[in-house]
């Protein structure tokens, strides 16, 4: 697959999703993100709902108009956010059946997300990728948690796609993708072979137009689990499949040689704000298996104070020199 047609345009594959939370990247505006040359961008419609309100966001005419963003977006369901602070044991939420019960501090006002009301302030926000409710787990979770899961997983992943279908008034994987909104489902399953085959297995038989992989996908030593790799053969061959919460530059490789086309992450421009960028070294060929494709630099270091070169002269030659980039950390104005 080569790209996927959305409303707002065809996205190239492979593609990384930026994760613009609360509808902005920090320290970025929609059109610094278009000069990138960045084509689609991640929302979380759970702190969207929360301020400004995604009934807010609709009345201004959607996400896309709200933000000034006219490229592609998707939106995150918002239950990895849920399941942690369910998970923090601070007393700001709890899962059952019917979805995620949670606080935004403790002691505060209830709410309650649901499958519908899960889809409901995605179609509000105006988002071309939507993502069905999940419920996540850590994969030292014992194997009656997992399996809970995966059963209340698949258990959404139905009443988000009859919420979509009612409200699209068309079935998700349809050749009419260009013309609505896509919907893709999340496969969990903790680090168990069987469960991970028994979600992916159950949500391609009801119908999707992509799936995610869902949950822990890093290892103790900052690596993929195999779950990655295991959850891609699952699903259907044809199927685009996006790599959640992933975004390590050599994670990135590794989950795409895996057969994932889309990635989102917080960690690269996170990274950023903290000085910590990436270059690409200038290898010909560039060796991705042993992950020697790229380097840090930590712009705050002097030896780059009066360095005129640009960040990386392949990519951007006309970009800020690396001495006007260590100031700006230095004075705190780099976000």
């Avoid at 009859?162 to 994987?173: I, Y």
């Avoid at 030593?221 to 891609?232: C, P, Q, R, S």
């Avoid at 590794?254 to 270059?279: E, V």
Wanted: aromatic letters at 8%; hydrophobic letters at 35%.
């Amino acid at each position: 697959m080569k790209a996927l047609k959305t409303r707002h345009g065809s996205l190239q594959l492979p593609a990384f999703l930026p994760d613009g939370t609360r509808a902005v990247v920090k320290g970025l505006d929609s059109r610094d993100l278009a000069d990138c040359g960045i084509e689609a961008m991640m929302v979380n419609s759970l702190h969207l709902a929360t301020r400004p309100g995604t009934s807010t966001v609709k009345a201004v005419g959607g996400v896309h108009r709200f933000m000034d963003w006219k490229g592609i977006a998707a939106s995150d369901s918002g239950g990895f956010q849920a399941w942690s602070m369910a998970a923090s044991g601070a007393g700001l939420g709890s899962v059952t059946d019917k979805g995620f019960v949670y606080r935004h501090e403790k002691g505060g006002k209830k709410h309650l997300l649901t499958p519908e009301k899960c889809i409901r302030r995605q179609m509000e926000l105006g988002t071309d990728i939507l993502f069905c409710l999940d419920e996540c787990t850590h994969p030292d979770e014992a194997p009656d948690v997992q399996r809970i899961s995966v059963n209340r997983t698949l258990d959404w992943a139905k009443q988000c796609r009859d919420t979509f279908v009612a409200r699209v008034g068309v079935e998700p994987g349809d050749s009419n993708g260009s013309q609505r909104p896509l919907l893709f489902a999340v496969v969990q399953g903790g680090n168990d072979p069987e469960l991970r085959r028994r979600c992916a297995d159950g949500l391609a038989e009801m119908g999707f137009d992509g799936f995610g992989f869902g949950g822990w996908p890093i290892d103790d030593d900052g690596l993929l689990t195999d779950m990655v790799a295991l959850t891609a053969e699952c699903l259907p061959a044809d199927a685009p499949k996006h790599a959640l919460g992933i975004g390590k530059p050599e994670n990135l490789m590794a989950a795409w040689r895996a057969g994932y086309l889309l990635f989102d992450c917080a960690l690269p421009t996170r990274n950023a704000r903290r000085k910590r960028l990436y270059k690409i070294l200038d290898n010909d060929p560039i060796h991705l298996k042993n992950n020697r494709f790229y380097e840090h630099l930590y712009m705050e270091h002097e030896q780059y104070s009066r360095d005129q070169a640009a960040l990386d002269a392949a990519l951007d030659p006309q970009g800020p020199s690396r001495a006007y980039l260590h100031h700006l950390f230095k004075v705190k104005y780099s976000s």
